[in-house]
């Protein structure tokens, strides 16, 4: 099984804990509590009040630098995506990817909808199947949020022999796969969100 | 060529020189409705206020027919009946804002503004003069500040000051400023929420989940704290700066005005001044419905009975706004209703029975109703003041960034950049390119908000990235960082990755005040108070000095004969030197007289206390003295 290698993201250094892929519920304890244990470490609030200024820029910069990394860290979403991203950077053999795909019954249930609106824009019916489909996004981005969280439980990166200090990797078909779900998940978002913004549906 | 950092609009900060601190840091809860001041001695906070007052002092100002400060608190709300248009109240909700970010509310505010040159932030007009919001607030302010050095009996210098959590930038920077105009040095601006957590978790650690719901005067916060071993972090606020026991006031006065006959002769009241009357009676009704379930308010001969139902139904939609307020802070902290173990009522409006009603079904639990509402907020900022000058025994406030920051992108939608509630200090990074060979500037604008559209956010600063050298598209990859420190300020750093130069500059917004302004009122105030001060020591001189001209007088048709004839030319010299100063108006001039009359007159004064002694003597059986 092939192997992409690549550098942990500079928000896992930030925050100083190891890489992860995916939190499980002990280990999202366990990230809060670092992230309390670290600031009572680094707040300038509880240097010494003579402290010099530098001290206190340096305290002051890598609390920033940590509370920006476990925002993006703690989130399912942007923890992939960071880390998709490091991947096809140094990996640019990956390239862009497919275009994401909807289920086949997905789109055509769009496309009419689409259709609909053009001709009877503001009928009842119409509308009643913009809130169907609405939900019926929600349901399909649901349902590939917790298959990309599954995944990403799965993944168990390794350091290999002679890699690079701060570098791991994970196994090719893997990202691959893990890539493909997401870009579609994201794809869903876009359209309910688009959907959202032009027509009001209620949430 | 080195990139330079160039701001539309605002000024690099300038540091100001900060005053030797003196005394215990103040905590000051700078309320729409109601302010406060606290200290910590001995490790316990406390409330300062004259014996014979209120702890409360409300936040309303009257002004002089001439434009002058008249009164400040309860003074000040005695007036508000017969001359409306001179008291100032609820001014908290004019701070940093201009009459385009008041239009939805301008109807319920019943002064005159204007917005001043820069169309920042309003002024209020009375009469022929202009006041802005936050000289007003400094006025208060300095009441606080004098009302605490009476009671500690020193001078203090240094406060924090606390701000509903949902006060922007411009707002909190207005309310900083009118600390420095009343002469503090303003050590941290705090959210209202926090700081009641605060003052909640010091003396009796329960660590856990908290909610805090504040509902004030004029404002709504609710803020999400964990509490564990010395440390408070805050996990999201939410709230809504329009949001308060006010606007319950306002649709119970309506609500009244619909029951007056249109031939009572109140209809014949100018709008403004049926407002203010309407508004008190629908306070006090407010109040009674508190205790009742109905309230008389009588009006001039005529009487409306209000139910507690009634007055219900009119706030509930008010306060369902409070509701969906939390529930988005509850999202933001990532949690379920059920994992808060505690909700805390923090605010006066918290007493109305409904909010208790609302906010126990909607946490499924009774709310903590133990701390007395008013005063927490002020409490926990004392506590704060503690914290920072290094008396905090290792406790730790972790806050986060109230709203969101963002950059506004090509067609004015916004990029988020800091997201709310991100814990403080935070920062974040952009890369720019240029787009053309020609292109040599970046013009950047920060918006704060959660709008999606740049024009809905607020402005908080534009700047231009200049001084790029002509590269093909695509070459120049400046890095700007954007972080906002423990104290909040933003800072924007941009530095050219290819040649690693840095430039750096502190963002201020422009919230109407500009710092050469600041300065300059700073001046006027001070000036003032001298004079002030120099006023007041005068006529109290003069008072001392029109006693000792009665006494001496007495003193000298009872003993002048018996001293030599020099001394007591020379004593009723002096005493003419003494009138003649005390009907001048030199302090100087009234002090020498005073004193010289007092030395030459010790012979005088000796004698007859000699005498009143022999005297009462005589008077008495000697055995008893």
Same mark, same amino acid.
């Given at each position: 099984?092939?192997?992409?290698?690549? /550098?942990?993201?500079?928000?896992?250094?930030?925050?100083?804990?190891?890489?992860?892929?995916?939190?499980?519920?002990?280990?999202?304890?366990?990230?809060?509590?670092?992230?309390?244990?670290?600031?009572?470490?680094?707040?300038?609030?509880?240097? @010494?009040?003579?402290?010099?200024?530098?001290?206190?820029?340096?305290?002051?910069?890598?609390?920033?630098?940590?509370? @920006?990394?476990?925002?993006?860290?703690?989130?399912?979403?942007?923890?992939?995506?960071?880390?998709?991203?490091?991947? +096809?950077?140094?990996?640019?053999?990956?390239?862009?990817?497919?275009?994401?795909?909807?289920? @086949?019954?997905? @789109?055509?249930?769009?496309?009419?909808?689409?259709?609909?609106?053009?001709?009877?824009?503001?009928?009842?019916? #119409?509308?009643?199947?913009?809130?169907?489909?609405?939900?019926?996004?929600?349901?399909? #981005?649901? /349902?590939?949020?917790?298959?990309?969280?599954?995944?990403?439980?799965?993944?168990?990166? /390794?350091?290999?022999?002679?890699?690079?200090?701060?570098?791991?990797?994970?196994?090719?078909?893997?990202? +691959?796969?893990?890539?493909?779900?997401?870009?579609?998940?994201?794809?869903?978002?876009?359209?309910?969100?688009?959907?959202?913004? /032009?027509?009001?549906?209620?949430? | 060529?080195?990139?330079?950092?160039?701001?539309?609009?605002?000024?690099?900060?300038?540091?100001?020189?900060?005053?030797?601190?003196?005394?215990?840091?103040?905590?000051?809860?700078?309320?729409?409705?109601?302010?406060?001041?606290?200290?910590?001695?001995?490790?316990?906070?406390?409330?300062?206020?004259?014996?014979?007052?209120?702890?409360?002092?409300?936040? *309303?100002?009257?002004?002089?027919?001439?434009?002058?400060?008249?009164?400040?608190?309860?003074?000040?709300?005695?007036?508000?009946?017969?001359?409306?248009?001179?008291?100032?109240?609820?001014?908290?909700?004019?701070?940093?804002?201009?009459?385009?970010?008041?239009?939805?509310?301008?109807?319920?505010?019943?002064?005159?503004?204007?917005?001043?040159?820069?169309?920042?932030?309003?002024?209020?007009?009375?009469?022929?003069?202009?006041?802005?919001?936050?000289?007003?607030?400094?006025?208060?302010?300095?009441?606080?500040?004098?009302?605490?050095?009476?009671?500690?009996?020193?001078?203090?210098?240094?406060?924090? $000051?606390?701000?509903?959590?949902?006060?922007?930038?411009?707002?909190?920077?207005?309310?900083?400023?009118?600390?420095?105009?009343?002469?503090?040095?303003?050590?941290?601006?705090?959210?209202?929420?926090?700081?009641?957590?605060?003052?909640?978790?010091?003396?009796?650690?329960?660590?856990?989940?908290?909610?805090?719901?504040?509902?004030?005067?004029?404002?709504?916060?609710?803020?999400?704290?964990? $509490?564990?071993?010395?440390?408070?972090?805050?996990?999201?606020?939410?709230?809504?700066?329009?949001?308060?026991?006010?606007?319950?006031?306002?649709?119970?006065?309506?609500?009244?005005?619909?029951?007056?006959?249109?031939?009572?002769?109140?209809?014949?009241?100018?709008?403004?001044?049926?407002?203010?009357?309407?508004?008190?009676?629908?306070?006090?009704?407010?109040?009674?419905?508190?205790?009742?379930?109905?309230?008389?308010?009588?009006?001039?001969?005529?009487?409306?009975?209000?139910?507690?139902?009634?007055?219900?139904?009119?706030?509930?939609?008010?306060?369902?706004?409070?509701?969906?307020?939390?529930?988005?802070?509850?999202?933001?902290?990532?949690?379920?209703?059920?994992?808060?173990?505690?909700?805390?009522?923090?605010?006066?409006?918290?007493?109305?029975?409904?909010?208790?009603?609302?906010?126990?079904?909607?946490?499924?639990?009774?709310?903590?109703?133990?701390?007395?509402?008013?005063?927490?907020?002020?409490?926990?900022?004392?506590?704060?003041?503690?914290?920072?000058?290094?008396?905090?025994?290792?406790?730790?406030?972790?806050?986060?960034?109230?709203?969101?920051?963002?950059?506004?992108?090509?067609?004015?939608?916004?990029?988020?950049?800091?997201?709310?509630?991100?814990?403080?200090?935070?920062?974040?990074?952009?890369?720019?390119?240029?787009?053309?060979?020609? =292109?040599?500037?970046?013009?950047?604008?920060?918006?704060?908000?959660?709008?999606?559209?740049?024009?809905?956010?607020?402005?908080?600063?534009?700047?231009? &990235?200049?001084?790029?050298?002509?590269?093909?598209?695509?070459?120049?990859?400046?890095?700007?960082?954007? %972080? $906002?420190?423990?104290?909040?300020?933003?800072?924007?750093?941009?530095?050219?990755?290819?040649?690693?130069? =840095?430039?750096?500059?502190?963002?201020?917004?422009?919230?109407?005040?500009?710092?050469?302004?600041?300065?300059?009122?700073?001046?006027?105030?001070?000036?003032?108070?001298?004079?002030?001060?120099?006023?007041?020591?005068?006529?109290? &001189?003069? *008072?001392?000095?029109?006693?000792?001209?009665?006494?001496?007088?007495?003193?000298?048709?009872?003993?002048?004969?018996? *001293?030599?004839?020099?001394?007591?030319?020379?004593?009723?010299? %002096?005493?003419?030197?003494?009138?003649?100063?005390?009907?001048?108006?030199?302090?100087?001039?009234?002090?020498?007289?005073?004193?010289?009359?007092?030395?030459?007159?010790?012979?005088?004064?000796? &004698?007859?206390?000699?005498?009143? $002694?022999?005297?009462?003597?005589?008077?008495?059986?000697?055995?008893?003295?």
């Amino acid at each position: 099984m092939s192997l992409l290698s690549f /550098k942990i993201p500079q928000a896992y250094l930030d925050l100083g804990m190891p890489f992860f892929l995916a939190l499980s519920p002990e280990s999202e304890e366990a990230l809060k509590r670092h992230l309390v244990r670290e600031t009572r470490r680094l707040h300038p609030d509880l240097l @010494a009040l003579d402290a010099s200024d530098e001290a206190r820029e340096e305290h002051e910069s890598r609390l920033a630098a940590l509370n @920006a990394a476990y925002l993006k860290l703690r989130d399912e979403d942007s923890r992939l995506d960071l880390v998709l991203e490091q991947i +096809v950077a140094d990996n640019p053999e990956l390239g862009s990817g497919e275009k994401p795909q909807i289920p @086949a019954a997905l @789109a055509l249930e769009y496309f009419e909808l689409q259709e609909s609106l053009e001709e009877n824009p503001g009928d009842a019916a #119409t509308l009643a199947a913009l809130e169907s489909f609405h939900s019926s996004l929600r349901i399909e #981005t649901e /349902k590939l949020r917790r298959e990309v969280s599954e995944l990403s439980q799965a993944a168990a990166c /390794k350091s290999p022999e002679g890699m690079e200090p701060a570098h791991t990797s994970l196994p090719l078909a893997y990202v +691959v796969k893990l890539r493909d779900l997401r870009d579609r998940q994201r794809y869903l978002v876009r359209l309910r969100s688009d959907l959202e913004s /032009k027509f009001q549906v209620s949430r | 060529m080195a990139i330079q950092i160039e701001l539309g609009g605002t000024s690099p900060q300038k540091k100001a020189q900060t005053p030797a601190p003196q005394g215990s840091v103040l905590g000051i809860d700078l309320g729409t409705t109601n302010s406060l001041v606290s200290v910590v001695r001995d490790g316990k906070a406390s409330v300062l206020f004259p014996s014979h007052e209120r702890p409360l002092l409300p936040s *309303v100002v009257s002004m002089s027919s001439r434009g002058e400060i008249q009164n400040v608190g309860d003074a000040a709300v005695l007036e508000r009946a017969s001359r409306p248009e001179h008291v100032l109240f609820s001014v908290k909700r004019l701070m940093g804002r201009s009459l385009k970010d008041l239009q939805a509310e301008i109807h319920e505010i019943p002064y005159a503004l204007e917005d001043d040159e820069l169309g920042a932030q309003v002024r209020i007009r009375v009469g022929e003069t202009r006041i802005s919001p936050v000289e007003v607030s400094a006025e208060i302010l300095k009441t606080l500040k004098t009302r605490a050095e009476k009671v500690l009996g020193e001078p203090s210098n240094r406060a924090v $000051i606390t701000v509903p959590a949902y006060f922007d930038d411009a707002q909190r920077s207005a309310t900083k400023a009118a600390g420095r105009l009343a002469g503090l040095q303003v050590l941290r601006v705090i959210n209202e929420p926090t700081a009641a957590a605060l003052a909640y978790g010091w003396s009796n650690e329960r660590p856990g989940t908290v909610a805090i719901f504040d509902l004030g005067g004029g404002t709504f916060d609710i803020s999400v704290l964990r $509490i564990e071993e010395n440390t408070y972090q805050v996990l999201s606020t939410a709230g809504d700066t329009h949001l308060g026991g006010d606007d319950l006031d306002r649709h119970l006065a309506g609500w009244i005005l619909s029951k007056v006959p249109e031939t009572h002769p109140l209809r014949k009241l100018g709008s403004s001044q049926l407002q203010a009357h309407l508004l008190v009676v629908a306070e006090k009704a407010k109040k009674e419905l508190s205790a009742l379930d109905h309230a008389v308010v009588h009006l001039e001969g005529f009487e409306v009975r209000v139910t507690r139902a009634e007055a219900e139904s009119l706030w509930r939609p008010t306060l369902e706004r409070a509701l969906e307020c939390c529930r988005s802070a509850i999202r933001d902290a990532r949690l379920e209703v059920s994992q808060v173990n505690d909700v805390l009522l923090v605010g006066g409006s918290t007493r109305v029975p409904l909010v208790k009603k609302l906010v126990a079904e909607f946490f499924g639990r009774t709310p903590n109703d133990t701390l007395n509402p008013d005063e927490v907020v002020s409490l926990g900022a004392a506590l704060q003041g503690e914290i920072l000058s290094g008396r905090g025994e290792d406790r730790l406030l972790m806050d986060v960034v109230p709203l969101s920051l963002g950059l506004e992108t090509m067609g004015g939608a916004v990029t988020k950049l800091i997201h709310r509630n991100s814990g403080l200090p935070t920062e974040a990074r952009e890369v720019f390119t240029n787009h053309s060979p020609e =292109q040599n500037a970046f013009d950047l604008h920060i918006v704060q908000g959660e709008r999606e559209l740049a024009k809905d956010g607020r402005s908080l600063a534009r700047f231009r &990235l200049r001084g790029l050298a002509a590269a093909p598209a695509g070459f120049h990859r400046i890095e700007v960082l954007f %972080r $906002i420190d423990s104290n909040g300020i933003l800072n924007v750093r941009a530095k050219d990755l290819r040649s690693g130069i =840095q430039q750096e500059i502190e963002v201020r917004p422009s919230f109407g005040i500009t710092d050469e302004e600041l300065m300059s009122m700073l001046e006027v105030a001070f000036e003032k108070a001298e004079e002030d001060m120099a006023q007041r020591q005068l006529v109290d &001189l003069k *008072v001392e000095a029109s006693t000792v001209i009665r006494a001496a007088e007495n003193v000298f048709k009872i003993s002048g004969h018996k *001293v030599e004839a020099t001394t007591a030319a020379e004593f009723k010299a %002096r005493l003419v030197d003494l009138k003649n100063a005390s009907h001048a108006n030199s302090w100087k001039q009234l002090r020498d007289a005073l004193d010289a009359l007092e030395e030459c007159g010790h012979e005088l004064a000796e &004698l007859q206390v000699n005498e009143a $002694i022999s005297q009462a003597l005589k008077d008495k059986d000697p055995a008893k003295v």
